[in-house]
């Protein structure tokens, strides 16, 4: 699986943007697609994540009700829309892909199998 993120870019606080990540290459049922991000001296941190083949959801805390994830399978692409974005939400986002599924996508981080580069965030007070 190959995956090409786009759509970050420098907002204000409040203010929203739409992250793309088209999806490339062989996926099954248990798929999932999601969001990583990392701010600047902080770890990485999951953010969300949808099964490709069911459309199931899930959220991190600190962006649930803001963001949402959904996917256009005709378009092989999986988008991350961000509202009420904040300060605290700048980081560099990667969309990463797992053939094991969301709980593996949501807590195996350091084995998720497919990475896309990362695309910046960046949200002025």
């Known amino acids: 699986v190959q995956l090409q993120a786009s759509g970050g870019g420098l907002v204000s606080a409040g203010a929203s943007l739409r992250l793309s990540c088209v999806v490339s290459?062989?996926?099954?049922?248990?798929?999932?697609v999601g969001w990583y991000r990392q701010a600047p001296g902080k770890e990485r941190e999951y953010v969300a994540d949808?099964?490709?083949?069911?459309?199931?959801?899930n959220y991190a805390d600190s962006v649930k009700g803001r963001f949402t994830i959904s996917r256009d399978n005709a378009k092989d692409t999986v988008y991350l829309q961000m509202n009420s974005l904040k300060p605290e939400d700048t980081a560099v986002y990667y969309c990463?892909?797992?053939?094991?599924?969301?709980?593996?996508?949501?807590?195996?981080?350091?084995?998720?199998?497919?990475w896309g580069q990362g695309t910046q965030v960046t949200v002025s007070s």
């Open positions: 990463v892909a797992d053939h094991l599924g969301s709980w593996h996508v949501r807590n195996q981080e350091k084995n998720i199998e497919f």
């Open positions: 290459g062989r996926t099954y049922t248990s798929t999932s």
């Open positions: 949808i099964k490709w083949s069911a459309g199931t959801t």
